[in-house]
């Protein structure tokens, strides 16, 4: 009803534009402080998702230039792909506009707000408009933009735009001036860089501040990002109105072409299959469909058995990406310990796949009294604000952690330790509680996939505290043998008045093993682990050695040495470099093959699941995750 007043004549249409310039808040620009990082955060995403579309290695430049007291110039720049001069308008004056929000595939951005949001945040605190340069490879020049948004019509407002000698192969250049307030630490933006850079090891970051301070984090790894492959809806992701939309805007003349082409995983038998649950004539035009027959069809869609959705959609960091980028940007901490990664399984959430990726450091510099760090990812976008929402965070909270060797109250809360717990969540569609996309919804599918991962984490934890407690205990026993033996054997031959005699025999009798022992040896510029093996049984013995450092302590080929026919109170000896070494070594994993377990002090088995570097791992069953 119409209020008697409100005149019909009040009534308006509302452009999406004016819309979020009334509601900015909506898109995370709801403070002085964090609207600056949202801007770089905006640019910064578009950029990495073109870089990684076109299988180029990023570089990334960033700057945030002081105009007053509380108005910046906010610089992105990118060596991307660059931007059709007549898309430009489009993709930095409209919002909603974009190549990703139809696309079944992971990226970064999807809605087409971001950085039109950005420029127009910009326009309403500042009345100014933005710059935007762009080059392709193609073309001879660049050309320039300065543009705003003319938010009652949605469009961009160019105020001029012309050619520019841009002296780059390709990319694109966004400056937008903002009013806010630049801060330092924790939700910054030098923060959102540097947790960009463990997602995206394989990109070169530069940014100044507004004080002309330079820091530049250089990519680790020369490997393009792999991008997930479009695919088709999958039927069980879809809703009432979108299979209404899909049926209006279909090229298919009949129902089951409809179903085999425009669906993932339906083959002509499944569609045939749906056709008859739903009671719908296969021959039936799709445009004519009605509600009451959409709603069939969807009841049909449930009923059927389909194939889950493909993966190749999907575009997970990896092994080696995660700990190349945790070893970039953390090593500096010089941690004792970085965690086998985690990568579970593909899971499904309401017809969507995605999956869950963790990772974990510890010990070094870290401080034991504080709670951990926890960095958030969701489709390799660093989440830095509304940590307590975040299904992530809700799952390190829930989980005891006293059994994996870190401190917790009451087995609640955030435990406490010197460790950072890195933790990517990725899909199509991720579920996030607001438009900003700063929190992950606690959805029961996502949260257990979470869970599963932080357990595999805790175990790595705990078996690397108790490797390092069983390896000072094995050493302390063999050096008091070593120390009390020889002063015996001292003491015994000055009073019979004999000479000393061999004591190793008599170790052998002792001890009984072959036993492994590492030395540290600190030169100038370089450090080297010796490895000595000690036969202390009675008859000679043959084995395969397997050496594996710690993950932040050596970066080359697997170390492994043949040891034959090593003879009673013989050793036998082998050396490697090491990296980054501090006080908190917590020594090389030894493995062995070729000998009864019982007879070696020092080393393990040889796993089933061994790897070069800790970096092979074997994905998890449903089930694999839970304790016994």
Same mark, same amino acid.
């Given at each position: 009803m119409v209020s008697k007043k409100t005149a019909i004549s009040?009534?308006?249409?509302?452009?999406?534009?004016?819309?979020?310039?009334? =509601?900015?808040?909506?898109?995370?620009?709801?403070?002085?402080?964090?609207?600056?990082?949202? +801007?770089?955060?905006e640019a910064m995403d578009n950029s990495l998702d073109a870089c990684e579309e076109y299988q180029i290695l990023p570089d990334i430049q960033v700057s945030v230039?002081?105009?007053?007291?509380?108005?910046?110039?906010?610089?992105?720049?990118? &060596?991307?792909?660059?931007?059709?001069? %007549?898309?430009?308008?489009?993709?930095?004056?409209?919002?909603?506009?974009?190549?990703?929000?139809?696309?079944?595939?992971?990226?970064r951005g999807q809605q087409g707000i971001g950085i039109t949001a950005a420029i127009l945040y910009g326009q309403i605190t500042t009345a100014r408009p933005s710059y935007v340069r762009t080059k392709r490879l193609d073309d001879d020049v660049a050309y320039e933009f300065e543009l705003g948004i003319n938010? %009652?019509? &949605?469009? $961009?407002?160019?105020?001029?735009?012309?050619?520019? +000698?841009? &002296?780059?192969?390709?990319?694109?250049?966004? %400056?937008?001036?903002?009013k806010g307030k630049y801060?330092?630490?924790?939700?910054?933006?030098? /923060?959102?860089?540097? /947790?960009?850079?463990? !997602? =995206?090891?394989? $990109? &070169?970051?530069?940014?100044?501040?507004?004080?002309?301070?330079?820091i530049e984090i250089r990519r680790a790894i020369e490997v393009p990002s792999k991008p997930g492959i479009a695919i088709k809806p999958h039927p069980l992701g879809l809703e009432l109105g979108d299979i209404s939309s899909m049926s209006r805007l279909t090229q298919a003349e009949s129902l089951l072409d409809f179903l085999r082409n425009d669906f993932n995983r339906i083959s002509d038998r499944i569609a045939l299959e749906i056709a008859e649950k739903s009671g719908i004539p296969a021959d039936l035009d799709p445009r004519t469909l009605t509600l009451q027959q959409i709603k069939e069809l969807k009841r049909a869609f449930g009923e059927v058995k389909l194939m889950p959705p493909p993966t190749d959609c999907l575009s997970p960091l990896g092994h080696d990406f995660i700990i190349k980028g945790l070893k970039n940007v953390y090593g500096d901490s010089r941690p004792s310990h970085y965690s086998k990664p985690v990568v579970r399984p593909i899971a499904v959430h309401n017809g969507q796949p995605f999956a869950v990726e963790a990772g974990l450091v510890y010990g070094g510099d870290?401080?034991?009294?504080?709670?951990?760090?926890?960095?958030?990812?969701?489709?390799?976008?660093?989440?830095?604000?509304?940590?307590? !929402?975040?299904? +992530?965070?809700? $799952?390190?909270?829930? @989980?005891?952690?006293?059994?994996?060797?870190?401190?917790?109250?009451?087995?609640?809360? @955030?435990?406490?330790?010197?460790?950072?717990?890195? #933790?990517?969540?990725?899909?199509?569609?991720?579920p996030f509680t607001s438009e900003s996309k700063e929190a992950i919804a606690s959805v029961d599918a996502i949260s257990a996939e979470i869970t599963m991962a932080l357990k595999s984490l805790g175990r790595s934890v705990k078996s690397f505290l108790g490797k390092r407690e069983k390896r000072k205990k094995v050493y302390e026993k063999f050096r008091l043998v070593n120390q009390l033996i020889p002063?015996?054997?001292?003491?015994?031959a000055a009073i019979l008045g004999k000479e000393m005699p061999d004591l190793h025999p008599v170790i052998s009798k002792i001890a009984n093993v072959v036993f492994i022992t590492e030395e540290i040896q600190r030169n100038e510029g370089s450090t080297k682990s010796v490895v000595h093996a000690v036969n202390f049984t009675r008859a000679p013995v043959s084995l395969k050695l397997y050496a594996e450092p710690p993950l932040g302590n050596y970066d080359g080929p697997e170390l492994s040495w043949e040891i034959s026919d090593l003879q009673p109170s013989m050793e036998a000896?082998?050396?490697?470099?090491?990296? =980054?070494? =501090? $006080?908190?070594?917590?020594?090389?994993?030894?493995?062995?093959?070729?000998?009864?377990?019982?007879? #070696?002090?020092?080393? /393990?088995?040889?796993? !089933?699941?061994?790897?070069?570097?800790?970096?092979? #791992?074997?994905?998890?069953?449903?089930?694999?995750?839970?304790?016994?």
């Amino acid at each position: 009803m119409v209020s008697k007043k409100t005149a019909i004549s009040d009534f308006r249409e509302a452009s999406i534009s004016e819309f979020f310039e009334k =509601n900015r808040h909506i898109l995370g620009f709801d403070s002085p402080q964090k609207s600056l990082y949202m +801007i770089v955060k905006e640019a910064m995403d578009n950029s990495l998702d073109a870089c990684e579309e076109y299988q180029i290695l990023p570089d990334i430049q960033v700057s945030v230039e002081r105009h007053t007291d509380d108005e910046f110039i906010i610089t992105v720049e990118d &060596n991307g792909p660059g931007i059709d001069r %007549k898309q430009v308008p489009a993709v930095f004056g409209k919002l909603l506009y974009g190549s990703r929000f139809h696309s079944f595939k992971q990226s970064r951005g999807q809605q087409g707000i971001g950085i039109t949001a950005a420029i127009l945040y910009g326009q309403i605190t500042t009345a100014r408009p933005s710059y935007v340069r762009t080059k392709r490879l193609d073309d001879d020049v660049a050309y320039e933009f300065e543009l705003g948004i003319n938010v %009652k019509e &949605n469009r $961009a407002d160019i105020h001029y735009e012309r050619p520019v +000698i841009w &002296n780059v192969k390709s990319g694109t250049l966004v %400056k937008i001036p903002a009013k806010g307030k630049y801060q330092t630490g924790k939700q910054s933006i030098m /923060e959102y860089i540097m /947790e960009s850079a463990v !997602a =995206n090891p394989n $990109a &070169n970051f530069k940014f100044t501040d507004p004080e002309g301070k330079t820091i530049e984090i250089r990519r680790a790894i020369e490997v393009p990002s792999k991008p997930g492959i479009a695919i088709k809806p999958h039927p069980l992701g879809l809703e009432l109105g979108d299979i209404s939309s899909m049926s209006r805007l279909t090229q298919a003349e009949s129902l089951l072409d409809f179903l085999r082409n425009d669906f993932n995983r339906i083959s002509d038998r499944i569609a045939l299959e749906i056709a008859e649950k739903s009671g719908i004539p296969a021959d039936l035009d799709p445009r004519t469909l009605t509600l009451q027959q959409i709603k069939e069809l969807k009841r049909a869609f449930g009923e059927v058995k389909l194939m889950p959705p493909p993966t190749d959609c999907l575009s997970p960091l990896g092994h080696d990406f995660i700990i190349k980028g945790l070893k970039n940007v953390y090593g500096d901490s010089r941690p004792s310990h970085y965690s086998k990664p985690v990568v579970r399984p593909i899971a499904v959430h309401n017809g969507q796949p995605f999956a869950v990726e963790a990772g974990l450091v510890y010990g070094g510099d870290l401080k034991s009294d504080d709670p951990v760090r926890v960095v958030r990812f969701a489709n390799k976008v660093p989440l830095l604000y509304q940590a307590g !929402a975040c299904a +992530i965070t809700r $799952a390190i909270q829930e @989980m005891d952690w006293r059994p994996y060797g870190l401190d917790q109250k009451s087995g609640q809360g @955030m435990p406490y330790g010197p460790a950072i717990i890195f #933790v990517h969540v990725y899909g199509i569609r991720i579920p996030f509680t607001s438009e900003s996309k700063e929190a992950i919804a606690s959805v029961d599918a996502i949260s257990a996939e979470i869970t599963m991962a932080l357990k595999s984490l805790g175990r790595s934890v705990k078996s690397f505290l108790g490797k390092r407690e069983k390896r000072k205990k094995v050493y302390e026993k063999f050096r008091l043998v070593n120390q009390l033996i020889p002063e015996i054997g001292k003491k015994s031959a000055a009073i019979l008045g004999k000479e000393m005699p061999d004591l190793h025999p008599v170790i052998s009798k002792i001890a009984n093993v072959v036993f492994i022992t590492e030395e540290i040896q600190r030169n100038e510029g370089s450090t080297k682990s010796v490895v000595h093996a000690v036969n202390f049984t009675r008859a000679p013995v043959s084995l395969k050695l397997y050496a594996e450092p710690p993950l932040g302590n050596y970066d080359g080929p697997e170390l492994s040495w043949e040891i034959s026919d090593l003879q009673p109170s013989m050793e036998a000896t082998f050396q490697f470099s090491l990296v =980054n070494v =501090n $006080a908190e070594y917590p020594g090389t994993t030894f493995y062995f093959t070729g000998i009864d377990p019982v007879r #070696v002090q020092g080393a /393990e088995p040889l796993p !089933a699941d061994y790897g070069i570097g800790g970096l092979t #791992v074997i994905e998890e069953d449903e089930g694999a995750g839970e304790d016994e």
